[in-house]
């Protein structure tokens, strides 16, 4: 199936911009440098059992993604990631298109239409979970959140230093935080994880 040519501008930003793995990332990366977030940055990574919070999610998760600019909100990505596969929603200034992502490709349509159009190049089916594995630096905060430093490019934005505040619950990760600078403002990316119980496998489009 051919996109049509109103719906091949939004196919080529799901191409380029599908960075975002479910590490918080908006379904394009916001453009522009690393700022400084709200979770300051640690001086030395301490005991702190990042990957017992990850664990529950080893197989499966859902997560919504919501990226605000000057508290408005611009973009949403909801979805759930099984094994290697993700499928998803990412809704930005009031349109919606849907993408499912497996080993062996990627697709994607408008929400609504039919017919499901090939992304080339695929996007990556890496483990998303593995970057926040992986901190330069980490602490437990007052509150019982950590503050991490990542490097950004694990996120899909410009190399750099990236604080992230990570919130647990029940002894598992729900959410965190970032934030970058997009166009001369501050874009906030929040993620919430949740345990799925849906667990229908996610296969690629006929």
């Known amino acids: 199936m051919r996109p049509s040519r109103a719906m091949r501008p939004r196919l080529a930003w799901l191409a380029a911009g599908v960075r975002m793995l479910a590490l918080g990332g908006s379904g394009k990366s916001p453009p522009g440098n690393v700022a400084s977030?709200?979770?300051?940055?640690?001086?030395?990574?301490?005991?702190?059992?990042?990957?017992?919070?990850?664990?529950?999610?080893?197989?499966?998760?859902?997560?919504?993604?919501?990226?605000?600019?000057?508290n408005k909100l611009v973009s949403?990505?909801?979805g759930r990631r099984i094994g290697s596969s993700t499928a998803m929603s990412i809704t930005t200034n009031g349109v919606t298109a849907q993408q499912i992502?497996?080993?062996?490709?990627?697709?994607?349509r408008e929400q609504g239409q039919?017919?499901?159009?090939?992304?080339?190049?695929?996007?990556?089916?890496?483990?998303p979970m593995a970057a926040l594995r992986t901190p330069k630096t980490a602490k437990i905060e007052r509150d019982q959140s950590i503050s991490a430093v990542y490097d950004a490019s694990a996120f899909g934005l410009p190399a750099g230093d990236?604080?992230?505040?990570?919130?647990?619950?029940?002894?598992?990760l729900q959410r965190l935080h970032y934030e970058t600078t997009a166009s001369g403002q501050t874009a906030a990316v929040d993620t919430n994880f949740s345990v799925l119980t849906d667990l229908t496998p996610i296969i690629a489009p006929s």
């Not at 992502?101 to 994607?108: Q, V, Y």
């Not at 039919?114 to 483990?127: K, L, M, R, S």
């Open 162 to 172: 990236l604080p992230v505040r990570i919130y647990g619950q029940g002894g598992r």
């Open 114 to 127: 039919a017919g499901w159009t090939a992304i080339a190049p695929p996007a990556a089916t890496i483990d």
């Open 37 to 70: 977030s709200s979770a300051p940055a640690a001086s030395a990574t301490e005991t702190v059992d990042l990957a017992a919070m990850l664990s529950p999610y080893a197989d499966a998760y859902g997560f919504d993604t919501r990226v605000t600019v000057g």
């Open 76 to 78: 949403e990505v909801l």
């Open 101 to 108: 992502i497996t080993a062996n490709g990627s697709w994607a």
